[in-house]
């Protein structure tokens, strides 16, 4: 083991590197210098002690993208505080058990969603973890104010004896198959996704400035939009309202970042949004893709438009970022790239033998970020972490080139008439059309209980969505994948359902996918 402050780490490089002035965020309220982020984060550890709360014990975090949450994520970590960064999307009842779950100390929260998290702590058994609001005066006792305790605490911090294998944050990850699980992440693995992804892969400097459409409560908006940008000394912008095509689009005119991270939802939204700027109102050279996998029709339609690829990847809240992604100048649109360098991936049959290339199997993949354990849940932990390997639950192919190609998630592949069926292709394929806006694809018993595709379709605006483009569709679903590939059934909607990072729920699709 070697001793080591992930935190201390990625303030302190900047600040010897003669970066104190220079701007590490930018939220709604101002810019805010290493060197200010430095003396917050400080200010927040000793609150932290203050309240006497323990090194290893847990603090959530239920906050937007403002300077407040670099601040108590950084300044919990260099405490030796274990943060625990939600969802701020969540209901009650969730947030009630990531409470007790992780029994967090305290909690800090935009005072936006003080409510909620008032009544998630009132449904958890006593003692009550201490209430720290963000961005507002408490409205009641037992209540603390976020910048009443930085100004009071001291800003001179000791950096906790840590090491480099110990637990340094949690994150939850999808409730989708179960309880949300409560995913253990060392410190190394915060610098290691920079090294092996951000730099190599991205290009990414200190002239850069960076603005991450997914939160930073998520891994991918983590490494983004705070670990990637201080690993090199760039800027980062935060936005704490939920992104859409205006208020994205607002983003890029008014600060110009240089990198952008989205996901397919919004990109494609963005295409299809009267918001969407030119090409020479905004700053990229990059732009990153992951949530998803990205239809190669919005791939290029993007570049098209911005003279800029998108580089799909993907990466797991388990495995921290992007593990395997295209390259810039090496784009393969309908493809996922190849490993990032320090990951390994296989894919394997049901029997854990790796198949042979073009066949489909399940992607596991080996690397250094890789979670320590679900927190408290032996045998998911066991049953994810397979020694050096990490089943994704992803379902992929390697092509003839070498790069892999997505062919869904586990639980969400298909069987028609005993071959696999991917609704990622189908989708893609669907979403080609100049009618559609967004395509899911299910499965569906037919008249004698045999599974069949199913879509389910958003028409793009002003676009008649009935009996005729159904037909039409069909047909030229029929033009580009094999017969048993195409949707047996079309129903068009007017949205589909979807998480907080924009990915869709195909399991609520498929409680509705009665053939009609």
Request: aromatic share 8%; with cysteine; glycine share 10%.
């Amino acid at each position: 083991m070697t001793a080591y402050n992930a935190a201390a780490d990625l303030i302190d490089r900047n600040l010897a590197a003669g970066r104190g002035a220079k701007s590490v965020f930018i939220d709604e309220r101002a810019a805010w210098s290493y060197g200010a982020l430095a003396e917050r984060a400080n200010r927040f550890g000793n609150a932290l002690r203050g309240l006497g709360i323990q090194p290893e014990q847990r603090v959530l975090l239920c906050l937007y993208d403002t300077i407040d949450f670099p601040s108590a994520f950084l300044g919990a970590i260099r405490a030796g505080i274990v943060p625990v960064a939600v969802n701020t999307q969540l209901g009650a009842g969730e947030f009630a058990y990531m409470l007790a779950d992780s029994r967090a100390r305290a909690v800090v929260v935009s005072a936006a969603l003080l409510p909620i998290m008032r009544e998630a702590v009132s449904q958890i058994a006593r003692p009550h973890p201490r209430i720290i609001v963000s961005g507002g005066a408490p409205d009641a006792v037992g209540l603390e104010d976020l910048d009443a305790l930085l100004m009071a605490a001291s800003a001179d911090a000791e950096t906790a004896a840590t090491d480099s294998d110990e637990a340094c944050f949690w994150l939850y990850s999808s409730g989708s198959t179960g309880r949300p699980k409560g995913t253990v992440h060392r410190h190394s693995s915060l610098i290691q996704t920079a090294e092996l992804y951000a730099v190599p892969v991205l290009g990414i400097g200190e002239g850069d400035t960076v603005f991450s459409a997914a939160k930073l409560f998520f891994a991918y908006g983590l490494g983004n939009a705070l670990t990637f940008p201080m690993a090199v000394g760039a800027t980062s912008v935060l936005l704490a309202q939920r992104p859409s095509p205006e208020t994205v689009g607002r983003v890029l005119l008014d600060h110009r970042p240089t990198i952008f991270y989205g996901v397919p939802t919004l990109y494609n939204a963005m295409l299809a949004s009267s918001a969407l700027p030119a090409r020479e109102e905004v700053g990229l050279r990059r732009c990153v893709s992951a949530g998803e996998p990205l239809p190669a029709e919005i791939g290029r339609r993007w570049a098209a438009h911005f003279g800029v690829d998108i580089l799909d990847g993907i990466g797991s809240t388990e495995m921290l970022h992007i593990f395997v992604s295209n390259r810039p100048g090496e784009v393969r649109y309908g493809t996922t790239g190849k490993p990032v360098p320090g990951y390994r991936v296989k894919i394997v049959d049901e029997a854990g033998e790796p198949v042979a290339r073009g066949e489909i199997g399940d992607l596991l993949v080996d690397g250094p970020t890789s979670a320590s354990c679900y927190w408290n849940d032996r045998e998911r932990s066991r049953n994810t972490f397979a020694g050096p390997w990490t089943r994704t639950g992803d379902k992929y192919l390697e092509n003839e080139d070498g790069y892999l190609v997505y062919c869904g998630r586990s639980d969400d592949m298909l069987k028609v008439n005993g071959m696999y069926v991917s609704p990622a292709e189908v989708e893609a394929r669907l979403i080609a059309h100049d009618a559609v806006l967004e395509a899911a694809v299910v499965g569906a018993a037919d008249g004698d209980a045999l599974i069949k595709p199913k879509a389910f379709i958003v028409a793009k605006p002003g676009i008649r969505a009935d009996d005729a483009l159904a037909e039409a569709l069909r047909q030229y679903a029929l033009g580009g994948l094999a017969p048993f590939k195409c949707p047996r059934w079309i129903e068009f909607v007017d949205e589909l359902p979807k998480t907080a990072t924009g990915k869709i729920q195909r399991f609520k699709l498929r409680g509705g996918a009665a053939a009609r």
